[in-house]
C-alpha cells in the first residue's frame, strides 16, 4: 500500500452546503429539494490536534475535538483519497436545525467531503458523480446528499445491482416557493423510521407511485396540482403520532388549499407555493397556525437553492 501524502500546513478550504428536503411527500427516500439556509464550514490543515469551534445551531453541544462528525469524516475521506493531514482546525457556523428533517447529516457528511476534496491538488479532485456515491454510502441514503451536493431538486436510486446510488436533476417551475415551518422540538430519523411499518398493502405502493409520479410532472410543468401531487400513504400517517403538532399543521394547511408535507423525517412541515405572494400567503398561514399549538416555531421563506455544496475560498498552504 502506498504511502499517504501530506497536506502542507496552512491549506484551508471554507465551503457552504444547503439544507434540503427529502421525500416531498410520497418521493420516500428518493426526492430531495436544496432550501437556502446554509451551513459554513472552514477546514485548515494545522501542525497540531484537531480542533472544532461551532456557532449557531449546536453550538455548546457539538464536540470541539476529534470526535466532532465533520472533522472524523474529513479524515477518513483523505485517507481514502490517498493523502493525511498532520492536524485538521474546524471553524463551522451552523445554520440548518438538528434533528428537524432539514438534512443537517447530510449537510455536514458534504460538507466534509467536500472541503477535504477541494483541499487536494486539483488535477486529482473527483467529480460530482463520484461524491454523490462516497456522501451517500456514508449518509445512507442519497435523497438529501444529491440535492445538497447539486442544488435544486433531484430524484435518486439505487444501481439495480445495489453497490451505488445514480442521481438526476428535476426541473423546478419558476414559480416555485418552499416555505418551511421548524418547531423548537427535535426527532431523531432512527426514530422516526422505527415507526414506519414494515409492510404495506398493494394498493397503497400502486397509489404512492401514482401520486410520486405526478408530482415530478407538478414540480416542473403544473404546480397547480402541487396539492394532490403531494398526498402521502407510506410514511407521514405512520410517524403522525411522533410528531402530533407537525400532523396538525400539514392537515391545517393542506384544508386550505397549500402543498403541505412533513419535511425529511420531520418534525419541520415544508410547503410548496407557487405564484405571486403565495409564499408569503402560505407562511402567514403557517404562522396563524402554529400559533395555537403553544410551541415554538420559525417560519421561513428561504427559496431554493439553485447551487448546491460551493467552496467559497481556498488557499493551498
Wanted: proline share 7%; hydrophobic share 50%; net charge negative.
Amino acid at each position: 500500500m502506498a504511502a499517504l501524502r501530506e497536506l502542507p500546513v496552512g491549506a484551508e478550504s471554507v465551503v457552504t452546503v444547503p439544507a434540503t428536503s427529502a421525500n416531498i411527500g410520497p418521493g420516500f427516500d428518493s426526492l430531495g429539494l436544496a432550501v437556502e439556509l446554509r451551513d459554513e464550514v472552514r477546514l485548515s490543515v494545522v501542525d497540531g490536534p484537531d480542533r472544532a469551534s461551532v456557532t449557531g445551531e449546536g453550538a455548546g453541544t457539538l464536540p470541539t475535538d476529534g470526535s466532532h462528525l465533520i472533522l472524523r469524516l474529513a479524515h477518513e475521506h483523505l485517507g481514502l483519497r490517498g493523502f493525511r493531514a498532520p492536524g485538521l482546525r474546524l471553524s463551522a457556523v451552523n445554520r440548518i436545525p438538528h434533528a428537524r428533517g432539514l438534512g443537517s447529516s447530510a449537510a455536514a457528511v458534504v460538507a466534509a467531503c467536500v472541503a477535504a476534496e477541494a483541499l487536494l491538488p486539483e488535477e486529482e479532485r473527483l467529480p460530482t458523480a463520484a461524491l454523490l456515491d462516497a456522501t451517500a454510502r456514508r449518509e445512507g441514503h442519497p435523497d438529501n446528499v444529491a440535492p445538497a451536493l447539486a442544488g435544486g431538486a433531484s430524484v435518486s436510486w439505487t444501481r439495480d445491482e445495489g453497490d451505488g446510488f445514480e442521481t438526476a436533476p428535476l426541473t423546478l417551475h419558476p414559480d416555485l416557493t418552499p416555505v418551511i415551518a421548524i418547531p423548537d422540538v427535535q426527532l431523531s430519523t432512527r426514530a422516526a423510521r422505527a415507526a414506519l411499518p414494515a409492510t404495506v398493502p398493494h394498493a397503497v405502493a400502486a397509489a404512492q407511485a401514482g401520486r410520486a409520479a405526478l408530482l415530478v410532472h407538478a414540480l416542473a410543468a403544473a404546480p397547480e396540482l402541487l396539492l394532490p401531487a403531494t398526498r402521502d400513504w407510506l410514511h407521514q400517517d405512520a410517524r403522525a403520532a411522533a410528531m402530533p403538532d407537525s400532523a396538525a399543521l400539514v392537515a391545517g394547511l393542506r384544508a386550505r388549499g397549500h402543498a403541505a408535507v412533513v419535511s425529511g423525517a420531520g418534525p419541520t412541515v415544508l410547503v410548496l407555493a407557487h405564484g405571486a405572494g403565495a409564499g408569503e400567503e402560505a407562511a402567514a398561514a403557517a404562522r396563524a397556525l402554529t400559533a395555537e399549538t403553544g410551541r415554538a416555531w420559525r417560519v421561513l421563506v428561504p427559496g431554493v437553492a439553485t447551487e448546491g455544496a460551493r467552496v467559497e475560498a481556498l488557499h493551498r498552504g
